[in-house]
């Protein structure tokens, strides 16, 4: 019986030796891959820097797209569901990373602008897996929260969600967990417009790390620009690896594109393209593959925190920041933007808020209640 041949991208962690007693399998940069490397694959393991498209897949043998990824705007779905070839993503795989980083970004702009969290309105632009997420987090550190969801409000009844109209003109910070739609309904293409940024409270934040053309750069320069906006969070660019230099200089923080970068959502998404793999092929293996050694990252992953003449804002700054000291990787994005796939691939352990144990000292319950609800365990 002939072997199956799996095309990857060459920086899907934790996936070399895996594939190899069961299928040939090829690495290869993930924007170089070619037609030529995927004409007689019978798979493609990607991230989000193969575009699988006409152009890479008409003639080939390709009959499985698995993306390592929540996203998958860089799959042209239309096309493969016309050829016959399935296409999966990894819905969730990454969510808690995300939470992670809103909360590292969130944490750190309270702290060196001296705010406080329960007198903040935080507006969340799309609750799904991630959404989700930051709403709990959020809710968890005591902020207002507005959802708006208009594909759930629709399906489920708008009583649970917010207008957007109403949810930018109320909120402190807007953060973006939508998917990338160029057109139909719910079109997020250039969501975050003029007329948006227009409509947001004046001196507010907005935070996008969902996928960069969802914001307009142009119109989020404008609005940094004439003071509309106080800051803007990023992690996602219009023209990706190349962000905008006087956008990424403006921004409070910005980073490369890492928000879902764990080592956790990383090993996830290999996980789900294995899974498929196995179960789509028929292959009686693997069917609960997961990394048995994700590395631990440089910081304790137990820790005794002191909470002695600190505000709840400051314990919970202070744990957060010791899983995810989110400065130094905006610190190294806007040193050398040049870098910005080099930084992405080569990209730190950071492990998730659920990998570590915090012994509270001296911390009272309302400060041990939020950092149970943002994740952590507490002992």
């Not at 694959?41 to 152009?55: M, Y």
């Not at 990824?69 to 999966?88: E, L, N, Q």
């Not at 109403?166 to 807007?174: G, M, Q």
């Not at 106080?230 to 403006?250: F, K, Q, T, Y």
Request: proline content about 6%; some cysteine.
């Amino acid at each position: 019986m002939k072997r199956l041949k799996i095309i990857a991208d060459d920086k899907i962690p934790f996936l070399r030796g895996v594939m190899e007693p069961y299928a040939d399998i090829a690495y290869r940069p993930g924007a170089g891959i070619t037609a030529a490397d995927v004409s007689d694959a019978d798979a493609v393991f990607t991230r989000t820097r193969t575009k699988c498209n006409e152009a890479l897949l008409k003639g080939s043998s390709v009959k499985l797209i698995a993306t390592a990824t929540i996203g998958f705007d860089h799959i042209d779905t239309a096309y493969c569901d016309a050829a016959g070839i399935r296409w999966v993503n990894a819905p969730g795989c990454n969510s808690s990373s995300v939470q992670q980083y809103i909360t590292a970004a969130i944490m750190t702009l309270a702290r060196e602008r001296a705010l406080k969290l329960p007198e903040l309105t935080l507006g969340v632009i799309g609750v799904g897996n991630v959404g989700g997420k930051v709403v709990r987090t959020a809710e968890a550190l005591g902020m207002r929260v507005l959802p708006n969801d208009p594909p759930r409000a629709e399906r489920e009844g708008a009583s649970t969600f917010v207008a957007l109209d109403r949810l930018l003109a109320e909120s402190d910070i807007v953060t973006c967990h939508v998917p990338l739609a160029k057109d139909g309904v719910y079109r997020t293409h250039h969501l975050a417009s003029d007329g948006f940024f227009g409509k947001m409270k004046p001196g507010a934040v907005f935070i996008n790390s969902s996928r960069g053309p969802v914001a307009d750069a142009e119109a989020l320069k404008r609005a940094m620009q004439s003071g509309r906006l106080s800051a803007c969070i990023l992690d996602v660019w219009e023209g990706e690896p190349n962000p905008d230099r006087d956008l990424l200089d403006s921004a409070f923080i910005g980073t490369p594109h890492i928000a879902g970068y764990s080592a956790d959502g990383k090993a996830n998404g290999t996980a789900a393209c294995i899974r498929e793999f196995c179960r789509f092929f028929g292959l009686d293996i693997l069917p609960d593959w997961y990394p048995e050694d994700i590395p631990v990252p440089p910081a304790p992953m137990a820790i005794s925190l002191d909470g002695s003449g600190k505000s709840n804002e400051q314990i919970i700054h202070e744990a957060v920041a010791h899983t995810y000291p989110i400065r130094e990787d905006s610190d190294r994005l806007k040193a050398s933007p040049e870098t910005f796939e080099e930084q992405r691939g080569g990209y730190r352990i950071r492990r998730e808020f659920g990998n570590f144990t915090i012994r509270p000292v001296n911390i009272g319950e309302d400060a041990v209640k939020a950092l149970r609800g943002i994740g952590f365990r507490i002992v």
